[in-house]
T-cell receptor
Framework: LAKTTQPISMDSYEGQEVNITCSHNNIATNDYITWYQQFPSQGPRFIIQGYKTKVTNEVASLFIPADRKSSTLSLPRVSLSDTAVYYC??????????FGAGTRLTVKP | EPEVTQTPSHQVTQMGQEVILRCVPI?????FYWYRQILGQKVEFLVS????????KSEIFDDQFSVERPDGSNFTLKIRSTKLEDSAMYFC??????????????FGEGSRLTVL
């Protein structure tokens, strides 16, 4: 199973763009990269998923370089409500979805 | 929006007692999961379930744990004889397919288990 490495924590201010990078050096050819968000005392929630290059949805963008050994979650113009833990997962099927420690993002006013 | 529902939201039990945590997955989903999260720690995979049998389980999911889908809607996690270290938030999740690409995991709000 591909192991992921993320910063333990990040701080930001409202209105700023936040980029969280995840390293996954031993990603397999069939693996997809998925990011989940978790608020305190709630279940994780899907944010975005990608395989290569760039993916964008209404809440975030995901940048994946050609070698796929890392990925960057970009949150545009964060607000206080974006304070949460963000998990990067690498897997091909849902049975392999193992959560790491995640990145605790704190957005300050 | 369809959602995964879990009951109870919080259960307090004595060490050695049996506990059953219940989940109602999203109705058209076929794959079901249990995860747990000890306070302040990461989300840990316990077990996945498909077609009325366990697909995969982690090393945490030992003989004191069991899962079943007793009817067409509920998915349960039973802890036979609870220990102090079983105190955690237990999350149920479901997905339409097994593949990550086509099967986003939908999580419930969790059941907090406190073992005294």
């Amino acid at each position: 199973l591909a192991k992921t490495t993320q910063p333990i924590s990040m701080d930001s201010y409202e209105g700023q763009e936040v980029n969280i990078t995840c390293s996954h050096n031993n990603i397999a050819t069939n693996d997809y990269i998925t990011w989940y968000q978790q608020f305190p005392s709630q279940g994780p929630r899907f944010i975005i998923q990608g395989y290569k290059t760039k993916v964008t949805n209404e809440v975030a963008s995901l940048f994946i370089p050609a070698d796929r050994k890392s990925s960057t979650l970009s949150l545009p113009r964060v607000s206080l409500s974006d304070t949460a833990v963000y998990y990067c997962l690498v897997a091909y099927n849902n049975n392999d979805m193992r959560f790491g420690a995640g990145t605790r993002l704190t957005v300050k006013p | 929006e369809p959602e995964v529902t879990q009951t109870p939201s919080h259960q307090v039990t004595q060490m050695g007692q049996e506990v059953i945590l219940r989940c109602v997955p999203i109705s058209n989903h076929l794959y079901f999961y249990w995860y747990r999260q000890i306070l302040g720690q990461k989300v840990e995979f316990l077990v996945s379930f498909y077609n009325n049998e366990i697909s995969e389980k982690s090393e945490i999911f030992d003989d004191q744990f069991s899962v079943e889908r007793p009817d067409g809607s509920n998915f349960t996690l039973k802890i036979r004889s609870t220990k102090l270290e079983d105190s955690a938030m237990y999350f149920c999740a479901s997905s339409e397919t097994r593949d990550v690409y086509t099967g986003e995991l939908f999580f419930g709000e969790g059941s907090r288990l406190t073992v005294l």
